[in-house]
């Protein structure tokens, strides 16, 4: 009985963790193919600092899975201890470094708020300037959201930005996407034109957008949580009743 239990317990977890190893293996894909794209697709990807960020994190999850998965299979099917050890470590760290994640979001939400990344905007933000992290990454985020500032185009009022700039009222990046760099549209809207340029705030736009989608990844969250605990718990099983 024992023994018909610690087989079921083996070929459970070999599956469970055979899927883990097919989905580390196609993050992995995913991430290696835009980095090597013939088509051109890797020159879009750089040129946006967050899907460029995005790429190195898929690389890096689908990594991670792909040995997660791999020791699981391997460990459970060849009944080693050494490889169920290490998956179980591995696991172990996943789960503590994602349950201190959630720790540290919870203790730092204040800093998610309105007047936080107004006050970050309005010291850092610099215009035009592609080699300046934080200031190519808002550019993005106002490109992507068709926004302008956190509340608003006067948030670069009294700002490094009109220090750099001060011919300029907002950045060309608040300019409606039907204008082109140097025609007079992108000059009207620099200089002030509520006509051609983006009047909704950033932080409205990327909370409507993202709100949709909170409570699914809390819900998926907990459920990946669940299953790395039930993870831990097989390997830790099928460890002790290996002879």
């Known amino acids: 009985m024992e023994g018909d239990c610690l087989s079921c317990m083996k070929y459970l977890m070999f599956i469970f963790n055979f899927f883990i190893f097919l989905g580390g293996s196609f993050l992995l894909g995913v991430g290696v193919w835009v980095l090597v794209d013939p088509m051109g697709f890797r020159e879009i990807v750089a040129a946006n600092p967050l899907l460029f960020t995005g790429v190195y994190v898929i690389l890096a999850m689908g990594s991670m899975l792909f040995l997660l998965g791999f020791l699981g299979c391997c460990g ?61 990454t808002w550019n993005a985020i106002m490109t992507t959201f068709d926004c302008c500032g956190i509340s608003g185009p006067e948030d670069f009022e009294e700002s490094l930005f009109r220090l750099l700039n001060p011919n300029k009222i907002v950045p060309e990046a608040c300019c409606q996407r039907n204008s082109f760099p140097g025609d007079v549209n992108v000059e009207q809207c620099v200089s002030g034109s509520v006509a051609f340029r983006h009047n909704k705030g950033c932080y409205s736009s990327m909370v409507d957008y993202f709100e949709t989608y909170i409570y699914t990844a809390g819900a998926l969250a907990i459920v990946v949580l669940t299953i790395e605990l039930f993870a831990m718990v097989f390997a830790m099983c099928l460890f002790r009743g290996i002879q």
């Open 76 to 136: 459970a099917i060849r009944e080693n201890k050494c490889l169920l050890l290490l998956f179980f470590m591995l696991i172990l760290f996943i789960f503590l470094a994602e349950l201190a994640a959630a720790i540290l979001a919870f203790l730092f939400r204040e800093h998610l708020t309105r007047e936080y990344f107004t006050r970050e905007l309005k010291r850092h933000y610099q215009g035009h300037n592609n080699t300046d992290v934080f200031t190519s």
